[in-house]
């Protein structure tokens, strides 16, 4: 599990490069997204478009990543594939997380706010 | 000699999937994969199983609810049959019928409680992040997409068969 992180003004953008966030591998993301929001600016954005599966225990990871910012960060989601959003949609986690099409817009929506 | 479980209330249980009518082509059964009981097993699997659906140009969306259904599926008999423990099988089959897919898994971990699949009941997130669930997702997202599902316990094993497309089994919602 590959996580690639930039600070970019209030947001912490965290690029997942890997295919897969399933049960192999969802403690490794877990334990990987504490690492990098110990200190999380006010929005943590977890891009999830390269990920183009994921299962139960991924989106339980990622609930869990969420509960670990513990109020000091929201964590937004975005570039969701056709099976991943699905599963956000069928759980109804869509409408838990703030959910972007692409990480880019988000990005040039702050440089225009600044 | 196997336990069956026949129809409990409520839940739809049967011991054989029943054909769609109007499915009249014989079932081709396309393969069958055995595991080992680990998440490394389980991934490799399903990506190998999702791409020969893919190669068989079977609708995207049957293919999606498949790759689905299958880590679900294997994943709790990883970790509820077989408890985590690796180096145990697991046995799935693959048969098309028509435009339904058939996925029979086998395993010889512990029973399901009460011989039955759970319930898979998601209560809807609130405002609590605090409140909200980490697990729990995998029986909901597999009743969610299934149109039939079948349990039994036969000669100290699990046999779960579950289809994808065709009719949906009015039990399933009962």
């Known amino acids: 599990m590959d996580l690639e992180t930039d600070v970019i003004g209030p947001l912490l953008l965290v690029r997942i490069r890997s295919e897969r966030i399933d049960a192999a591998c969802a403690v490794d993301f877990k334990d990987k997204m504490r690492d990098v929001t110990r200190e999380p600016p006010p929005r943590v954005l977890l891009d999830l478009s390269q990920v183009e599966f994921l299962d139960s225990s991924g989106l339980g990871a990622v609930v869990a990543a969420m509960k670990a910012l513990d109020g000091e960060a929201t964590l937004e989601l975005s570039g969701l594939r056709p099976k991943v959003e699905k599963v956000f949609r069928l759980t109804r986690m869509d409408s838990v997380f703030t959910i972007h099409d692409d990480a880019e817009q988000v990005v040039a929506g702050l440089a225009g706010a600044a | ?174």
């Open chain 2, 1 to 174: 000699m196997g336990s069956a479980v026949t129809e409990p209330i409520g839940r739809a249980v049967r011991t054989a999937i029943v054909m769609p009518a109007g499915m009249d082509a014989p079932p081709a059964l396309l393969d069958e994969w055995q595991l080992d009981s680990s998440p490394l097993a389980v991934r490799r699997t399903v990506r190998e199983i999702a791409a020969r659906l893919a190669d068989l140009r079977i609708e995207e969306a049957l293919c999606d609810d498949a790759e689905m259904v299958l880590a679900e599926a294997l994943n709790n008999i990883v970790e509820h049959a077989y408890s985590g423990q690796p180096g145990r099988w697991i046995t799935v089959s693959v048969t098309q019928l028509c435009a339904a897919l058939c996925l029979a898994f086998s395993d010889e971990g512990m029973a399901m409680p009460d011989l039955l699949p759970p319930a898979g009941r998601l209560s809807a997130p609130g405002d609590e992040i605090e409140a909200l669930p980490e697990g729990g997702f995998g029986w909901f997202l597999i009743r969610s997409v299934v149109s039939e599902l079948s349990y039994r316990r036969e000669e100290g094993r699990n046999v779960l068969v579950l289809r994808l497309g065709g009719p949906v089994d009015p039990l399933l919602t009962a």
